[in-house]
């Protein structure tokens, strides 16, 4: 479970999120929906200790990560699948896999064969560059690549981004499946029926505030949220 | 033909100890954006070191040894205490870089003064071989090439085929993204910064075999590794290889053949690969 306290971020001298509060569980999908430039990417930054908070708190599990490093939240449980999908593009496929694995121990680990096995795709690239895949194939390897941690916590912003709707399917499989195993899976999104499709509560960001928050059924009666603030 | 042949082994001698300086001199760029003015001057440094060293106990690879030791080790202290102050101040880390340029180079005139030194090989390699054909060549440089490319495949095996030369590529295509994994990137710029100094320790010790140590001699070698890393591509270790054999080759011919124009032969691969490839032979363009 990870906690946002009344966080507030800057981005250079904008003001991008004025008070931010959620909570996003375990074993469940929280995703967070916003129109471009809302802040999305700068609370998910800010979550992963990219981008430090001025105010606020966050806490996972009931510990706080106030002024710790983006390796040392990682370590804790933490992993990022980060908007535009960044793999390491000098990397082969497995490379990337690989760089940051760790076990957690337990009998239903992510390994390099379970992520194969989920997305056989790469394993047929194995030996290809990050730089070599499709849109579609490096996003299944930043996911492959965040879950080789073996996180507690999944921070996932816009996977859906510029892939085609075969792929989003498969996108929304895999939080399906890593919802089911426990995991806290927190989704950024513009795709709203993604979103809605895999999430058990969701968040509106605008104006650097959540102005809304609630079950995918109450969003889907809430017609006057969804035309103000995410133009559906 | 057999001049031309001694000339090109000549090249070749150099080109290695480009390598080493200027792998060194790449990497640290690559991974850490810093270009390291004080490169040369830590070459010379670990020149020096393997000199006295050499001198005291009398062997010459426990000088080599040591001579690079003790360039990693004063790299992880200039990187925790310097360097780490001024990251990502492009204008702070040249200005700091180019201070310990002073500060090296005076103290190194303190201890071991103004004359040229050079390094003595041990027996054998003082010697000469009759290659085929005739050709007579010192042992010496043979062996320096030599070493030159058991280290550098030393080095390709480290970057591309383990772990740690993975995180270190990772960690050129996104810092930021390699510390989201969890990894420290902090730890990773103080141990390539270290590996930066220990390759130009060593290079200064085995140049010295060759060329003379000398104040001065950094300023020489700086240049040679800024040559051959723009040529080759800032950043691209493969481009420092094909980078040293360029430029150590046309700088020996042109010293050998039209020494009227040795400046000639080496600044003009460089203006060249500028006109027509700006990223180098081997580099990429920026993202
Ligand atoms: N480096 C920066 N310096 C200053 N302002 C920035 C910077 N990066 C982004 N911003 C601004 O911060 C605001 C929030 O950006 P952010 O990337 O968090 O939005 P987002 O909701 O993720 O948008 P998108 O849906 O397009 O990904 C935007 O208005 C943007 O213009
Ligand atoms: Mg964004």
Redesign the interface.
Known sequence: MITVDDVHTYRGLSYVLQGISLQAEDAQCTALLGRNGMGKTTLIETMMGLLSARDGDITLDGTSLRGKEPFQIAKRGVALVPQGRHVFSSLTVEENLTLAARGNGEPGAWTLERVYDLFPNLNRRRKNRGSDLSGGEQQMLAIGRAVMTNPRVLLMDEPSEGLAPVIVDKVGEVIRLLKQEGLCVFLVEQNYGLAIETADRLYVLAGGQVVWQGSPAELEAADDVRHLHLGV | MNQFIVQTLNGLTLAGIMFLVSSGFTLVFGVMRITNLAHGAIYLLGGYIAYSTIQLVGNFFVGVIVAGLAMALLGIVLERTLIKRMRGQVMAELLATLGLVYVMNDLALAVWGGDPLSLRLPGVLRESTTLPGGIIYPNGRMFILFLAVVIGLALYFLLRRT?VG??V??G???K??????????RLVFTMVFALGALLAGVGGALGGTVLSLAPNADAEILTFALIVVIVGGLGSFEGAVLGSLIVGLLSNYGQAYFPALAYFALFAPLVLVLLVRPQGLLGRTAA
Do not use: E, P
Request: charged share 15%.
């Open positions: 772990r993975a995180i590529r990772a050129v295509d996104n930021a993204m390699v510390s989201a994994m969890g990894i420290n990137v």
